[in-house]
């Protein structure tokens, strides 16, 4: 074991990367540091140069069916399910005003004028409005159309033509505006299925749509009748037309003349074409994204042109945001909006620069962990299970599938991966795998365990081209009763060990799989294992919520941790094998001390499963991911923390140094505005304490040189001094000289009057009574002594006002307490109530020990005082 000073104490978040974009559409801010995504009820603002989420908007559970941002980004507009708009100001997102469309169904599409003054709204009952944001009504209903709107589209300048064009189901409707009112200019029809895009060439005599039904129409505008018809072969869902300055693939300045489009669609291959000679001028290689596993899905829902970025922003079935350069067609920037389910990670690269990641997809993300820049890598044709890292070469990893494969991957300069080996030989899925040095092992639902050769291929020159290979099967062992769900390689690589669902955990040699032993003990399967970096031992993690702590020599259970109330999922060494970080079904990461066996910190981030856990090999950052989607970044703070708290402790002593300085000066007033300022009751309480004891004259002075934040300050510490019998009197004398010296309007006036008088009332009622209680005991004493005569046998010539009261109970003889009985009976019961039945016990002792009643009686009175 290695010392105490490399234990961690705490783990911050450094970033969170939560779901951000889960609809079809994102608008990118004209100075293109932002993108806005629809996400469910809410739209996320997401910063294009860290990739974090940098805002949100939320629409109190109401669904989000569109958003249009100004052109000059002074405000977004959220269209939502229940047919309400709401406008925000940009970039403060604060909540303009909030007013009903008038629609009947959901609204499908809007868009804004080139002023930022109006917009026009397209919804699912085939109505359209325009609105005027900045006089606050709506300006024209624009009525005639049938079928759900998918586009609208002001003219670029309405001060020159007033018109809206929208699409509507297959038809597309030209309305004139006018003051007042709007007319239906022309419905034109050329297309046999969904208009998905449309557009104004730039000198506005030309309309380019496009549609579900794999053909584009360019439309006069001055005769309101189609041009051309081109057929591509490609459902479409993007267009955009050949920005001014902007050449695009394939287009020659003989093109110059051409209305020039790029289109994408439901294959994910960008195009672009002379739409008005219908010629092909230039189509991508191979799709922008891989295609899923099921039929009938589109690649590519939006495609748009930004100019700043000089390039097109596309958006996936995947949700994912590609940021597409317009001269090469090459995608330069990708964010991911949803991970679905994050069931692995790993972090890969020379200094550990960028992080992969398994989510419920087919294709793995590798995050730039500066910019968290994500790109995307295919080559498996099933959901990714399971990550692992090479323990010398950070460029090599490896990742498992459920299509029954293992493919290793080697990192390049620019984020992607080449793929550089395939393990086939599986049965069924590949949920674990571990790289050693020289093999690699893979295990999974066939409850095999498969030893692979790997020298070969990872030492390949890295300049050369690369060819993936197959590396062939050494060892085959059929280890466990169940699904084989994790395995590890010992530091030395010579063992071997397997975890599974049927509750066993297993040691075996590498070399030739035999069996080493068993580990049994856990009442559920085991979900993870991974063996001490240091000492002979191996740590498993298990459904049945323990972390149980194994000897290899004898395979026997040496501890057990106890504290997660679900399954715990991962489990990961630190600290030299002194801690342990685990994670669980709860969504809970906790941090362990393995030698007290008890849990250190736990930490709440996540909502569901957390399956992924990667850390770093200084162990300075964490990452977790899970079933929410959500991927945690952590930071070991344990030096930073044991430096402030060092900070804290110099500025604590030194100020407890110039406290006392003040207090031995008697600056009573400096002292007490320093300890109110440092917001500390305690050290407050000690000042007035002193004062009261020293020169309580004085305190009303002192508060009247209080500004009205200190006192506002210091009457919240009245009512936490009043809580105790032991501080009472110090918060009392501060409400007592308060109330004299201070206006019932200067005290109104103060932050927290009322709330701290009815917390000081509870308390000083039960104060009250108690030294009412202790005043009246006392007086009865009083009275009892002073009603008592001098005994006619005692000396001296003092009279009962000259003496003391002690000296007044010595003098007073047992005979005349006698007579006062005698002569009083309701004295003798009031004596027998507060003295004699008081101190019983001791008066007959005394009365045994002595005749003397005068003794007896001095006896019992000085006791009671």
Known sequence: MGSKAFLKTNYAVEAKYDAYFTGQQVQV???????????????????????????????EEDQVTSIALAPDDSSLVVALKSTSLQQYNWPGLELMRSFRSYHKGPITTMTWDSTSTLLVTGAADSSARVWDLRQKYCTHSLKGATGVFSVVLFHPDLSERARVYGAAGTTIYIWRLE??????????????????AMQLTQDCKHLVSCGLDRVMVLWDLESLSSKKVVVVLESLSGLSLQPPGTLLPGVTKEHDQNIIATVVGDKGVPSVWAVDIGRELWRAPEPLVTPPDQEGVT??????????????VMTTYDHSILMVHTSSMEVWKQLAGYNEQILDAVFVGEGETHLVVATNSIQLQVYDCSTFNCRLLFGHTALVLSLTTHPTLPQVFASSSHDNTALVWRLRSDGLADCIASAVGHTLSVGTIVLAQGFMITGG????????????????????????????????????????????????????????QDKTAKVWRSDNLSLVGTMQG???????????????????????????????????????????????????WLSQGQQLLSTSSDGLLKLWNVRTRQCCQTYDEHEDKAWALAVSRDEARVVTGGEDSKLVL??????????????????????EQTLANLLKDKKWTKALRIAIGLSQP?????????????????????????????????????????????????????????????????????????????????????????????????????????????????????????????????????????????DDSDLRAAIEDSVM??????????????????SVTYQTITRHI
Request: net charge negative; proline share 2%.
């Open 634 to 655: 952590w930071n070991d703070v344990t030096q930073l923390d044991q430096q402030k708290a060092q900070v804290e402790a110099d500025r604590l002593a030194a100020e």
């Open 299 to 312: 690649l590519i829902n939006q495609l748009a042109h930004c100019p700043s970025l000089n390039s097109f």
């Open 445 to 500: 639902r066939d409850m095999c365990i498969k030893k692979w050769k790997t020298d070969k291929e990872l030492n390949k020159d890295h300049n050369r081209e690369v060819k993936m290979t197959s590396l062939t099967s050494t060892h085959t062992e059929k280890a466990h009763e169940k699904d084989i769900n994790s395995m590890c390689v010992s530091v030395n690589g010579k063992l071997l060990a397997s975890g599974s």
């Open 29 to 59: 801010t004209s100075d293109s540091g932002w993108v806005l995504c629809e996400c469910g009820d809410g739209v996320g603002v997401v910063s294009l140069t860290t990739g974090k989420v940098t805002g949100r908007i939320t629409c």
């Open 682 to 822: 305690f050290r407050a309480l000690r000042v007035v304490r002193e004062l009261l004891d020293e020169t309580p004259d004085q305190l009303p002075r002192v508060v009247a040189k209080l500004n009205q934040d200190h006192l506002a300050t210091l009457l919240g510490f009245i009512s936490q001094w009043n809580t105790k019998t032991k501080n009472s009197r110090e918060a009392q004398s501060i409400v007592n000289v308060m109330l004299k010296s201070r206006l019932p309007e200067d005290l109104e006036s103060l932050v927290g009057w009322r709330t701290t008088l009815e917390a000081l009332l509870p308390y000083t009622e039960r104060h009250y009574h108690r030294t009412s209680a202790l005043h009246q005991s006392s007086a009865i004493i009083t009275y009892m002594a002073s009603a008592l005569s001098l005994s006619q046998q005692s000396q001296g010539t003092l009279t009962p006002y000259d003496m003391n009261e002690l000296d007044l109970l010595r003098t007073i003889p047992s005979v005349s307490i006698k007579k006062e009985e005698e």
């Open 179 to 196: 003051a007042g009112s709007s007319e239906l200019e022309c419905s034109l029809d050329a297309h046999h299925s969904t208009v998905t």
């Open 837 to 854: 039945e008081v101190d019983t016990d001791v008066e007959m002792k005394n009365e045994e020990e002595s005749d003397d009643d005068t």
């Open 522 to 572: 856990h009442k559920r399967g085991v979900w993870h294992v991974q063996f001490s970096p240091v000492d002979e031992v191996l740590a498993t993690a298990s459904a049945d919520a323990t972390i149980r702590i194994w000897t290899l020599a004898d395979c026997a259970t040496v501890a057990t941790l106890e504290g997660h109330d679900m399954g715990v999922l991962r489990v990961h």
